[in-house]
C-alpha cells in the first residue's frame, strides 16, 4: 500500500481564460471531478492573483513525495509558457504522479496525455490569435 494521501486541489484568485469563478464554485468541481474519479480530495491550494504568479503550485509540486497528485481547477491555470510546462509534467511524472483539469474532465497520467494537451494549448494559442485578427 502506497503512502500517499491523495490528490492536492489547485484554484486560481485569478481569471481563468477570461473568466472569474468563485473559489468556492472551483472547489466543488474539483470535489465533484474527485468523487466521480475515485480519487481522495486533498484540500486545494490557492493561487496568488498576480499575474503569472505560480508560487503555490511550486509548493504543491514540492509535495509530490506526499501526495499522489494535483486536481487543477483547470488545466488552463497552468504556466503560459510552454517550458514552464513541460518542466511541471516531467516534476510529476518522476515521482509517479499525475495532473488532473476538473473542468475539463482530463487526466494528464504520462507523456502521451501531456502531449495531448500541449496540442491543446497550440490550438487554443492558434484560436485566440486569429480571433484577433477579426
Known amino acids: 500500500m502506497s503512502n500517499h494521501k491523495g490528490h492536492r486541489g489547485y484554484i486560481?484568485?485569478?481569471?481563468?481564460?477570461?473568466q472569474a469563478w468563485p473559489q468556492h464554485v472551483q472547489n466543488l468541481v474539483i470535489r465533484?471531478?474527485?468523487?466521480?474519479?475515485g480519487l481522495h480530495y486533498l484540500l486545494s491550494a490557492t493561487e496568488y492573483a498576480m499575474d503569472a504568479c505560480y508560487m503555490n503550485l511550486?509548493?504543491?509540486?514540492?509535495?509530490?513525495g506526499r501526495?499522489?497528485?494535483?486536481?487543477?481547477?483547470?488545466l488552463f491555470m497552468?504556466?503560459?509558457?510552454a517550458e514552464r510546462r513541460l518542466d511541471l509534467y516531467r516534476r510529476i511524472?518522476?515521482?509517479?504522479?499525475?495532473?488532473h483539469g476538473a473542468l475539463e474532465n482530463m487526466a494528464i497520467r504520462g507523456p502521451e496525455d501531456?502531449?495531448?494537451l500541449e496540442d491543446i494549448f497550440m490550438v487554443d494559442r492558434h484560436a485566440a490569435s486569429s480571433q484577433q485578427e477579426y
Request: include cysteine; glycine fraction near 12%.
Open 32 to 37: 465533484d471531478y474527485a468523487q466521480r474519479h
Open 93 to 99: 511524472f518522476d515521482t509517479g504522479g499525475d495532473l
Open 58 to 64: 511550486d509548493t504543491v509540486l514540492g509535495e509530490l
Open 78 to 81: 497552468l504556466p503560459a509558457r
Open 67 to 74: 501526495i499522489e497528485g494535483i486536481v487543477c481547477f483547470s
Open 12 to 18: 486560481a484568485s485569478r481569471p481563468v481564460r477570461g
Open 114 to 116: 501531456a502531449a495531448r
